[in-house]
């Protein structure tokens, strides 16, 4: 509040008063200070007066879904890595929206966390200057960002699905299809499409054959419909990869009513390695990440960040890549 009263030209006072509602100052002057507010990334301090430690116990992490194994498995990894120092996960749900994160990561440092934990690398531009000003931890989860904000535990979509090209050719299969989201709001699908389409070119495959198909995340039923179009597209598509195991599921069970054997009509291969991958008859061959590690390593890089702020020592921006393997099973 010093630095916005300094920049504006105006009292402490003055700025506290206008950010109350039914502010007792002129429009002008309202003005004025909120747009050094947005200029330095400043976001009112809820907890000031009863925090002089500046330690309000939790930390925030933001998903895109809660209803997705992968997601809680990580939050659990989280959890479990927190809880040694005392620390309470507080989740914010962005439903695949950018707009949704920003809304959350404004929201969220109102409350002061210890460090923020992001599902991730795409943020709005206010997004990003308000994290960038936090002066907090902020860790950037399950991708390889190009431009990390801070620290990052992740791994590369496109790389995984580029794998998983490789391992259905190796198994003789060349007419390769994708299904996807119909936007980009799941940015780490567009990145799978990516590999996708960049593995098929590396392997002289053409440009291959993409059904995108629902808003993100696609769900069992799109997955079926998606297969029906796909082969009454391109008959000649002899696999498909699927953005994620649930639409994977939904494909099969689809082939399943029209007769269509998997994976002797058709191979289906999805994302995740959730279970219903491994309950499902035939069984899913799809990608696997351990979701758990990535909220273990997220959380306690976080500790180790704190540790270093609060003894003076000095922080390196660290990246630390999570493994992932295809893993065959009987749908291919």
């Known amino acids: 509040m010093a630095d916005v009263a300094r920049l504006s030209g105006f009292s402490a006072m003055t700025v506290s008063r206008a950010l109350k509602d039914g502010a007792s100052v002129s429009a002008k002057t309202r003005e004025r200070i909120l747009e050094v507010i947005e200029e330095i990334g400043y976001v009112p301090d809820l907890s000031a007066g ?12 933001l998903v895109p879904t809660i209803n997705n194994s992968n997601f809680s498995d ?38 002061r966390p ?13 997004a990003r200057h308000l994290l960038e000003s936090a002066a907090i931890p902020i860790i950037e989860t399950w991708d390889l960002p190009d431009n990390p904000i801070d620290q ?25 299809g994708f299904i996807g989201g119909s936007s980009k709001r799941d940015t780490r699908g567009a990145d799978r499409r990516a590999g996708y389409e960049a593995a098929m070119v590396e392997l ?92 273990k390593q997220a959380g306690e890089l976080l500790l180790s960040t704190l540790d270093k702020i609060r003894s003076g020592a000095e922080i390196q921006a660290a990246t630390q890549k ?7 099973r009987e749908s291919t």
């Not at 990052?152 to 390769?176: H, K, P």
């Not at 696999?239 to 069970?253: H, T, Y």
């Not at 399943?256 to 069984?283: L, T």
Request: overall charge negative; charged content about 20%; some cysteine.
């Open 204 to 295: 002289g495959l053409g440009e291959g054959h993409v059904i995108t198909f629902g808003t993100p995340p696609i769900s069992m039923e799109q997955g079926g419909q998606a297969i029906v179009q796909m082969i009454g597209q391109w008959p000649e598509v002899d696999a498909v990869i699927c953005v994620s195991d649930l639409s994977a599921f939904g494909a099969i069970m689809e082939c399943h009513r029209r007769g269509w054997a998997v994976p002797g009509r058709i191979a289906v291969a999805g994302f995740g390695d959730f279970e219903v991958s491994r309950c499902c008859w035939p069984s899913i061959t799809t990608v696997t990440v351990n979701s758990y590690d990535i909220g």
């Open 322 to 328: 999570i493994d992932f393997k295809v893993v065959a």
């Open 152 to 176: 990052v535990v992740g791994f590369s979509n496109a790389e995984a699905t580029g794998a998983m090209v490789r391992d259905l050719t190796a198994r003789g299969y060349r007419n390769i």
């Open 114 to 126: 210890e460090g923020m934990i992001l599902t991730g690398g795409f943020h709005t531009p206010r």
């Open 50 to 61: 009863g925090l002089s430690s500046k330690r309000s116990g939790f930390v925030t992490a």
């Open 74 to 111: 990580t939050a659990c990894g989280l959890t479990d890595a927190l809880s040694k120092r005392g620390l309470q996960l507080l989740l914010g749900y962005t439903d695949y929206s950018a707009a949704r994160e920003e809304e959350l990561v404004a929201a969220m440092l109102r409350r």
